[in-house]
């Protein structure tokens, strides 16, 4: 699940910042790079700190072949295709 939208920044690359020492907001900004274009995804990265609602939580690994950070670049996925067509 993608966290920031902007940066195609996932859930685990969050909770692995956190896991790495990240406690702040601006410790996932400098890390990641989470919440540096629009902004929108700086309260749900702050969940996953010290004593936020995700704090802790851990996801479920992927299925072999699943990568979320490749497919939010691939510029053929159809849903791409389908907005350019459109445009
Ligand atoms: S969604 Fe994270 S900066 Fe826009």
């Not at 996932?28 to 749900?44: F, H, N």
Request: proline share 3%.
């Amino acid at each position: 699940m993608f966290i920031c939208v902007c940066n195609a920044i996932t859930e685990r690359q969050v909770q692995g910042a956190v896991a790495r020492g990240a406690s702040t907001l601006a410790d996932l900004q400098g890390e990641l790079g989470v919440a540096s274009c629009c902004g929108c995804c700086a309260e749900t990265a702050t969940e996953y700190l010290p004593g936020g609602r995700y704090a802790g939580q851990v996801t479920a690994p992927q299925t072999e072949g699943t990568r979320v950070s490749d497919a939010a670049n691939d510029a053929t996925a159809p849903l791409v295709e389908v907005l350019i067509r459109r445009a």
